[in-house]
T-cell receptor
Framework: GNSVTQMEGPVTLSEEAFLTINCTYTATGYPSLFWYVQYPGEGLQLLLKATKADDKGSNKGFEATYRKETTSFHLEKGSVQVSDSAVYFC????????????FGAGTRLAVHP | SAVISQKPSRDICQRGTSLTIQCQVDSQVTMMFWYRQQPGQSLTLIAT?????????ESGFVIDKFPISRPNLTFSTLTVSNMSPEDSSIYLC?????????????FGPGTRLTVT
């Protein structure tokens, strides 16, 4: 079945550091890929998405590229801020037409001044 | 994006009781879903709420424990029945479709449930 694997957290960075959160997936066909963010005490927000191979999703300085050859969708940001501290979830929807989101375990990011 | 509200935002309930959570969307949507997020864990899909018919439950979730209603295209409820401390979680609804970008699911703020 479909699955998503994320790097374990927590990830602790200083402000303005470079961020990478690894995400790999297992799925047949061409799933759609997503990153969601959950700020403390809040629900999930869609951060970015990519729906086909080589697509790059971007939002708020975050980027992720859909790599079919490595089945990966790593999240990157060039310079993190304290306000980026949150839990980040990688997720996919399979290409079978059923809109079930499969989530990774989540990666907690803590950014210090 | 859609504006999604949930009521209550949090509650503390006694073992053996039931709680009904409401999810309201500001526009009509094709699909509505209910997720559970146990403490420190990821999200797990409970069921898809179908308008005018019975909900579709995922493996491990049953209608007697989590009855769901969806009377129209903007509203759904999830009931957590005969609660135990293991039901302490955040419950989130999400929506998809009808005026929203294909495949983009939007989530409500969640209901934080504690069972004592």
């Amino acid at each position: 079945g479909n699955s998503v694997t994320q790097m374990e957290g927590p990830v602790t960075l200083s402000e303005e550091a470079f961020l990478t959160i690894n995400c790999t997936y297992t799925a047949t066909g061409y799933p759609s890929l997503f990153w969601y963010v959950q700020y403390p005490g809040e629900g999930l927000q869609l951060l970015l998405k990519a729906t086909k191979a080589d697509d790059k999703g971007s939002n708020k300085g975050f980027e992720a590229t859909y790599r079919k050859e490595t089945t990966s969708f790593h999240l990157e940001k060039g310079s993190v801020q304290v306000s980026d501290s949150a839990v980040y979830f990688c997720a996919l929807i399979g290409s079978g037409g059923y809109n079930k989101l499969i989530f990774g375990a989540g990666t907690r990011l803590a950014v210090h001044p | 994006s859609a504006v999604i509200s949930q009521k209550p935002s949090r509650d503390i309930c006694q073992r053996g009781t039931s709680l009904t959570i409401q999810c309201q969307v500001d526009s009509q949507v094709t699909m509505m879903f209910w997720y559970r997020q146990q403490p420190g864990q990821s999200l797990t899909l409970i069921a898809t709420a179908n308008q005018g018919s019975e909900a579709t439950y995922e493996s491990g979730f049953v209608i007697d424990k989590f009855p769901i209603s969806r009377p129209n295209l903007t509203f759904s409820t999830l009931t957590v029945s005969n609660m135990s401390p293991e039901d302490s979680s955040i419950y989130l609804c999400s929506v998809l479709g009808l005026g929203l970008t294909v495949n983009e699911q939007y989530f409500g703020p969640g209901t934080r449930l504690t069972v004592t």
